[in-house]
């Protein structure tokens, strides 16, 4: 298996465009997880889906975030409008059930608002 | 809520040395113990985890002690090598009803 898939790997964009995260899950996993990574605050959990639900997005900074689920296997991050304090590194992690067991990381996304 | 500490932000060891990273917890229901270890430009990987009933397991060159009365756990890594040099993170939980609660990260440097 390829692992978790993530794209873009980095993306620089403007203050006020539009975003969006994708990332891949691995097959037969059914747990979802969305991070956001920085110096200042470190790793944090900004949502958390299960068989495609959201389970607990009380992480989500705004609501300029949203995340969706189409499908079992597939997961989007967008940010509308972006702004500078968005910049960070975002991570997508799955798991086989929950989230008491082992969370397999993607490489990230870099994110740079300008 | 949960809260974790993690101790220190940043370790330095001679390669060959012991590391050794410490985390302490705030509520007691928490019953899970992850170690992720973050190396340069991927995301964390799981490399060692413990259950509230237990209170020591291994791993080849890494350990991690559980002490439920102190509410602190403990990563040890022995016979360190260059590879070893990433970003460690520690987490807890109560439960698969809750999310992980993560410490700030050690940054471990292996000195040649």
């Known amino acids: 298996d390829a692992g978790v898939i993530q794209s873009p790997r980095h993306e620089v964009t403007e203050m006020g465009q539009e975003v969006t995260l994708r990332c891949k899950l691995i097959?037969?996993?059914?747990?979802l997880f969305w991070y956001r990574q920085t110096m200042m605050r470190g790793l944090e959990l900004l949502i958390y889906?299960?068989?495609?639900?959201?389970?607990?997005d009380s992480g989500m900074p705004e609501d300029r975030f949203s995340a969706k689920m189409p499908n079992a296997s597939f997961s989007t991050l967008k940010i509308q409008p972006s702004e500078p304090r968005d910049s960070a590194v975002y991570f997508c992690?799955?798991?086989?059930?929950?989230?008491?067991?082992?969370?397999?990381f993607g490489p990230g996304t870099r994110l740079t608002v300008t | 809520g949960e809260n974790v500490e993690q101790h220190p932000s940043t370790l330095s060891v001679q390669e060959g040395d012991s590391a050794v990273i410490k985390c302490t917890y705030s509520?007691?229901?928490?019953?899970?113990f992850p170690w992720y270890k973050q190396e340069l430009g991927k995301g964390p990987q799981l490399i060692i985890d413990?259950?509230?009933n237990v209170g020591e397991k291994k791993d080849q060159r890494i350990a991690v002690t559980l002490n439920k009365t102190a509410k602190h756990f403990s990563l040890h890594i022995t016979e360190t090598q260059p590879e070893d040099s990433a970003v460690y993170f520690c987490?807890?939980?109560?439960?698969?009803?809750?999310?992980?609660?993560w410490g700030a990260g050690t940054k471990l440097i292996i000195k040649p």
């Open positions: 992690a799955s798991s086989l059930s929950d989230r008491n067991v082992e969370q397999y």
């Open positions: 097959s037969g996993h059914n747990s």
């Open positions: 889906f299960n068989n495609n639900v959201p389970i607990d």
């Open positions: 509520d007691s229901a928490s019953n899970y």
């Open positions: 413990i259950r509230s």
């Open positions: 987490a807890a939980s109560k439960g698969s009803n809750y999310q992980l609660i």
